[in-house]
Every structure is written in structure tokens, then in C-alpha cells.
């Protein structure tokens, strides 16, 4: 299994400003997700995030709103930028596991936008 | 992926085996059934996978009809801890990296009581 872990675990933020949240994995992992959990709400995949290259967005997120960086294969930044109060979410990430049939997730990051 | 559906809630006795239905019969030849379950404030946790046959692992058992319709996760003696969102999802084993995220539904609102 892999140990994901996240920063921060939840913060308040001001509309308009941004917010960084980091994943750290504790082993090399080829594909990592970004998904996004809104209050009383299933999870929706936001981006897939492979090292060297390019994120892949899913429908209705664009780069400009949340932009990946993924400069190793241990760690990935996730940013939510000019944030308003319908950002307000937990903001998860996922690895695939070895064997390619199971996901790992880190614990989220709960944001509040005021 | 195919879609899925589950009850919205179930209850469930502490020591009594919780039996948690899915259907999937729109499911193709080449997708997996998952269980995925999140327990309050914390991601997602992988439980268990099967294609056709009955699967059984240290935290539940799958089993698949037939027809591969429909699928029925059992936790043989569910205790408080058990209480979560479970989530069934059907999609094809990640193949290098392509199409490997996971599409969650509402899930089934598993509760045990004492």
C-alpha cells in the first residue's frame, strides 16, 4: 500500500486569493489524481496528473482554475486559484497502487472560502 | 464506466453481517467491480475487486451473480467502525496509464448500531 499525506489539512481562505495543497507519497508512483468532494457530496476527478508530462482535466476544470505541477514521482501540487465560496470543498489525492487494481488516498484537505 | 446503483442507506447490526447490493447491468466483459468505502473526515479506502468470481478478503467478501449484473458486498460481523459511505464502482483494470480513475457514485450510508 502507499502513505499519502497532505498539506494543509484545512485552512479558511478569502474569495480571490489562492491555495496551494501539496501531496506527498512515501513510494514512486507513475499516476496520481486530483479529486474534489463538495459538502454532503460524492467525489468528482478534477485532473489525473503524470510525472513529465501535462495534466489531463476533466470536464468542466480547467488549468487556469486549478493548475498541477508534478516534478517527481513522490509529490504534486494542486492549486485552486481565485477562489470564490463554491470552492469550498475537500480537495483529495490518489495513487494507483501497484498492482494497478486498487487507488490509495490521502486524508484531504477541507478548504472554506469565505 | 458503467453505471451503478446503490440503496442511498442501510442499517446494519453491530455483529450481524452487513450485506450491501449493487447493481451494474450495463457492466462490460472487461470491468472489474470495486468497493471503495470513506468512513467520516477521512479518503476513500480500497476494500476489495473481483471480474466473475466470488472474492474474499480480510476485510469483506464479494460475490458476483452469474450474469455479472449485479454484485453484493459482505462484512461478515460489522462492528461501529464499519459505519461509512460505501461505493461500487465498475471499471476496467488500469492498463499502463490510461483510463485508470475511478468514477464514484452517491454510494450506500452503511450505519451500525449497537
Known sequence: S?????????????????????????????????????PGQSLTLIATANQGSEATYESGFVIDKFPISRPNLTFSTLTVSNMSPEDSSIYLCSVQGQGRYEQYFGPGTRLTVT | ?????????MDCAEGRAANLPCNHSTISGNEYVYWYR?????????????????????????????DRKSSTLILPHATLRDTAVYYCIVRV??????????????????????
Open chain 2, 1 to 9: 464506466d458503467a453505471k451503478t446503483t446503490q440503496p442511498t442507506s
Open chain 2, 93 to 114: 483494470r488500469g492498463v499502463n496509464n490510461a483510463g485508470n480513475m475511478l468514477t464514484f457514485g452517491g454510494g450506500t450510508r452503511l450505519m451500525v448500531k449497537p
Open chain 1, 2 to 38: 502507499a502513505v499519502i499525506s497532505q498539506k494543509p489539512s484545512r485552512d479558511i481562505c478569502q474569495r480571490g486569493t489562492s491555495l496551494t495543497i501539496q501531496c506527498q507519497v512515501d513510494s514512486q508512483v507513475t499516476m496520481m489524481f486530483w479529486y474534489r468532494q463538495q
Open chain 2, 38 to 66: 470513506q468512513i467520516h473526515s477521512q479518503g476513500p479506502q480500497y476494500i476489495i475487486h473481483g471480474l466473475k468470481n466470488n472474492e474474499t478478503n480480510e476485510m469483506a467478501s464479494l460475490i458476483i451473480t452469474e
